[in-house]
């Protein structure tokens, strides 16, 4: 059983910067898809962006493409998500998550099969 640990939020001004980080208990991390999706008060849950194994394949969902940047090193068993350029509207809990058994980056949130428990981001406007 992996768990997935978030941290790295907290309150900052609209236009500010955060990362993200997200450790993984095990590792077999390094061969698992691993995703960021985000969840505001009365929303569904939203997919954010993927990464490969390898890192050398990424996704993006085109409210974050071009300010987000997802990225992981699998020496440390964690997968990071840069946020640049924060709006109010990123305003949620954000959540890693692990595909153990995809090859391929994918937005679909039922196919994540391990989830932390989330990190709180705050943007003020």
């Known amino acids: 059983q992996v768990q997935l640990v978030e941290s790295g939020g907290g309150l900052v001004q609209a236009g500010g910067s955060l990362r993200l980080s997200c450790a993984a208990s095990?590792?077999?991390?390094?061969?698992?898809?691993m995703g960021w999706f985000r969840q505001a008060p009365g929303k569904e849950r939203e997919f954010l962006a993927a990464?490969?194994?390898?890192?050398?394949?990424?996704d993006y969902a085109d409210s974050v493409k071009g300010r987000f940047t997802i990225s992981r090193d699998n020496a440390k068993n964690t997968v990071y998500l840069q946020m640049n350029s924060l709006k109010p509207e990123d305003t949620a809990v954000y959540y890693c998550?692990?595909?153990?058994?995809?090859?391929?980056?994918?937005?679909?949130?039922?196919?994540?099969?391990?989830w932390g428990q989330g990190t709180q981001v705050t943007v003020s406007s």
């Open positions: 998550a692990a595909d153990s058994e995809g090859y391929e980056v994918s937005p679909v949130t039922y196919e994540y099969d391990y």
């Open positions: 990464i490969s194994w390898s890192g050398g394949s990424t």
């Open positions: 095990e590792r077999t991390f390094s061969s698992y898809v």
